[in-house]
C-alpha cells in the first residue's frame, strides 16, 4: 500500500509562496521522493468592502487583494512527508494536508 501526500498551499504573498514551494521541490528531489508538482491554480481576486463608521453607509475604498494557491503530491517517501507536513511554515503561507491510501490493482 503506498499513501499520497497532497500539499495544498495558499497565500496573499507571492513571492513567500514560491520560497516555500521551491524548499519543498528541493527536499523532496534531495531526498529522492516522488514529486509531482507543483501545480498552479488561477489567483484568486476578491474586493472587501469597508465601512468608515458601524452606523452610516460611509465607506472607504474597496480593499482588493489576490490569494495563490499551489498543489502538491508526495507519492510514498511516508518520512518526507511526514517532515513536510510537520515543518514551521510563515505565518502568511497557508498549508492543507490530505492523506490518501492507494492500493494496488487487483487488491
Same mark, same amino acid.
Do not use: N, S
Given at each position: 500500500m503506498t499513501f499520497v501526500t497532497t500539499l495544498t498551499l495558499t497565500s496573499g504573498n507571492?513571492? &513567500?509562496? %514560491?520560497?516555500?514551494?521551491?524548499d519543498i521541490?528541493?527536499?523532496?528531489e534531495r531526498k529522492g521522493a516522488e514529486l509531482k508538482g507543483p501545480h498552479p491554480s488561477p489567483p484568486a481576486d476578491y474586493r472587501v468592502p469597508q465601512s468608515k463608521r458601524l452606523d452610516d453607509g460611509e &465607506?472607504? %475604498?474597496?480593499?482588493?487583494?489576490?490569494v495563490y494557491k499551489?498543489?502538491?503530491r508526495i507519492v510514498g517517501h511516508d518520512e518526507v512527508a511526514r517532515r513536510?507536513?510537520?515543518?514551521?511554515?510563515?505565518d502568511d503561507v497557508h498549508v492543507e494536508?490530505?492523506?490518501?491510501?492507494?492500493t494496488g490493482v487487483g487488491r
Open positions: 507571492r513571492h &513567500t509562496l %514560491e520560497d516555500v514551494v521551491g521541490k528541493a527536499t523532496a &465607506t472607504f %475604498e474597496p480593499w482588493d487583494y489576490t499551489r498543489t502538491m513536510t507536513a510537520h515543518r514551521e511554515f510563515p494536508v490530505e492523506i490518501e491510501q492507494v
